[in-house]
């Protein structure tokens, strides 16, 4: 069974730092996904960025990056040059070849101070 | 474009009353998933179905029943409502096939059940 860890409730950042939110993830499946979405404060979920793992470079999205270290099983997320508006929640995500499932950590919540 | 639909996106219900939330897709997408949300606990996984014709218990599916009328619409019933069924609930699409694919979710329902 898949399985994420996310183990930083709260974190806060000063506007235009950067900043490292965790993750480590468990499964036995060689082929799987790796997801970070972000929740504001209004609700809504925002896909930002992806890894499989296969992929041979640490995936990027503008301001977002993912340290993608598959042998200690984190896929932590970056996020450069922090916003006021990047205060929200912060999920990661993982999903496996063949299940379909899409299993989600308990969150990070994100406050950027000015 | 809508996206993925969810309806109603507010209900109040009393213990043991029953109730549909109902999500429709409009992006073609084999698989949808229901979740709910509670603070601290992240996003757990209700039921999902990888394709039209079938549904499968995701990680807390006690209590709730699915029904994927078609491939646009995915049903989350509550047949005798408890308090502890208190949630956001999200539903999500993805053409995923295997992994890979994001989630693309609905904006949520709030539910209080008394």
């Known amino acids: 069974a898949q399985k994420i860890t996310q183990t930083q409730p709260g974190m806060f950042v000063q506007e235009k730092e950067a900043v490292t939110l965790d993750c480590t993830y468990d499964t036995s499946d060689p082929s799987y996904g790796l997801f970070w979405y972000k929740q504001p404060s209004s609700g809504e979920m925002i896909f930002l960025i992806y890894q499989g793992s296969y992929d041979q470079q640490n995936a990027t999205e503008g301001r977002y990056s993912l340290n993608f270290q598959k042998a200690r099983k984190s896929a932590n997320l970056v996020i450069s040059a922090s916003q006021l508006g990047d205060s929200a929640m912060y999920f990661c995500a993982i999903t496996t070849s063949g299940t379909y499932k899409y299993i989600f950590g308990t969150g990070t919540r994100l406050k950027v101070l000015a | 474009n809508a996206g993925v639909t969810q309806t109603p996106k507010f209900q109040v219900l009393k213990t043991g009353q029953s109730m549909t939330l109902q999500c429709a897709q409009d992006?073609?997408?084999?698989?949808m998933y229901w979740y709910r949300q509670d603070p601290g606990m992240g996003l757990r996984l209700i039921y999902y179905?990888?394709?039209?014709?079938?549904?499968d218990k995701g990680e807390v599916p006690n209590g709730y029943n699915v029904s994927r009328l078609n491939k646009r619409e995915f049903s989350l019933r509550l047949e005798s409502a408890a308090p502890s069924q208190t949630s956001v609930y999200f539903c999500?699409?993805?053409?995923?096939?295997?992994?890979?694919?994001?989630?693309?979710f609905g904006e949520g329902s709030r539910l209080t059940v008394l």
């Open positions: 992006m073609n997408h084999n698989s």
């Open positions: 179905s990888a394709s039209e014709g079938t549904t």
């Open positions: 999500a699409s993805s053409e995923a096939q295997g992994f890979g694919g994001e989630l693309f």
